[in-house]
């Protein structure tokens, strides 16, 4: 089992598969269920140190591959997948654990290149989709990509058929911290259509916000059901719960 995805990636869709398998395995025997990988982003700039080698490979059509094929191998190890970083983070020189990360690509160009593998990904299954902090400025530049219903909704749920589970990127990471408390970005989360906020900074003062957007009708209970819905429609389908009957 090799350590680095783009090890992995030269040898073709097999080993993916079977790297993928192998680490699943493991994760049940520890008693996890869900992994947040595959990486999905493609290192299409040398320059960046954030994915590397994190990446299957430097190629767009390559990339959406092997991506199905570690699907399909972390879910016959009985594990849930993530693909990640949404839409692309592989050609951003930043690191948005540092600050902010700006993506210039026009959408017909991301339509091309970066979503190739999570198109790819989405197809063959896999149970969530994580959002990078990246600001798109071709798409919409006035704010971070999980906070951008154009992004999250619309481009990842309407034009990719995407209706599993949305989870946020680390909620700690300076990317949001710099401009954004905990309330607002759960708030701001929530509104775009993501289901799973991943280690607010402030947990309670995540909740808070979130009741207090409910109360003031400014997220619905329905837009909380939603999400509801999806995460247990996940752990049914992975077998964490069982229906009765």
């Given at each position: 089992m090799s350590g680095r995805c783009s090890g992995i990636g030269?040898?073709?869709a097999e080993t993916a598969r079977q790297n993928a398998h192998t680490i699943a395995s493991d994760m049940r025997v520890l008693g996890f269920n869900a992994d947040l990988a595959p990486v999905a982003d493609v290192w299409s700039n040398p320059d960046n140190t954030v994915i590397g080698d994190r990446a299957y490979s430097d190629d767009?059509?390559?990339?959406?591959?092997?991506?199905?094929?570690?699907v399909r191998g972390f879910h016959s190890g009985g594990v849930a997948t993530t693909l990640k970083?949404?839409?692309?983070?592989?050609?951003?020189?930043?690191?948005?654990?540092d600050g902010a990360v700006y993506v210039s690509k026009?959408?017909?160009?991301?339509?091309r290149e970066e979503l190739l593998p999570f198109r790819?990904?989405?197809a063959s299954g896999s149970d969530m989709v994580m959002i990078g902090h990246l600001i798109l400025t071709e798409i919409d530049a006035a704010?971070?990509?999980?906070?951008?219903?154009?992004?999250?909704?619309?481009l990842l749920r309407e034009e990719l058929g995407f209706q599993g589970v949305v989870i946020t990127d680390g909620l700690q990471m300076k990317a949001l911290t710099d401009s954004y408390t905990?309330?607002?970005?759960?708030?701001?989360?929530?509104s775009a259509g993501v289901d799973i906020l991943l280690c607010p900074?402030?947990?309670?003062a995540a909740v808070s916000a979130l009741e207090e957007a409910v109360a003031l009708g400014e997220i619905s209970e329905e837009r909380i059901n939603q999400s509801v819905r999806r995460i247990l429609a996940m752990k049914v389908n992975r077998g964490v719960l069982k229906l009765e009957g």
């Open positions: 030269t040898r073709g767009f059509a390559q990339a959406a591959e092997l991506i199905p094929e570690a970083h949404f839409p692309g983070h592989g050609d951003a020189l930043a690191d948005s654990h026009p959408l017909e160009q991301l339509r790819a990904g989405i704010q971070p990509a999980p906070f951008s219903y154009r992004i999250v909704t619309e905990s309330g607002e970005i759960a708030r701001r989360a929530v900074s402030n947990p309670q």
